[in-house]
């Protein structure tokens, strides 16, 4: 099992989304800790160990650590704004 750490900026993020898109989000943030590679991701390119998650028009872009067994949330946005950097 892996452990989840979110950022800051993502919780503060979250509280702009439709609740019912932030209930979702949550059960997928949940299911990484059981599996951050599930059939549903993206790697993304460019990145060695970051990956993405659809959820609708939203977007859960996230790192896996291997050695601590750890998914850190980087981001979680609109898919017209995630990619462009802040």
Do not use: C, W
């Amino acid at each position: 099992m892996y452990t989840v750490f979110i950022e800051k900026r993502v919780l503060k993020d979250l509280d702009y989304l439709p609740i019912p898109d932030v209930e979702r989000i949550k059960d997928i943030i949940i299911a990484l800790k059981h599996e951050p590679r599930a059939q549903h991701t993206q790697k993304l390119r460019g990145y060695s160990i970051r990956y993405r998650i659809r959820q609708g028009k939203y977007r859960i872009v996230y790192e896996i650590d291997e050695k601590n067994k750890s998914v850190n949330i980087l981001l979680i946005g609109h898919r017209k704004d995630i990619y462009r950097t802040k």
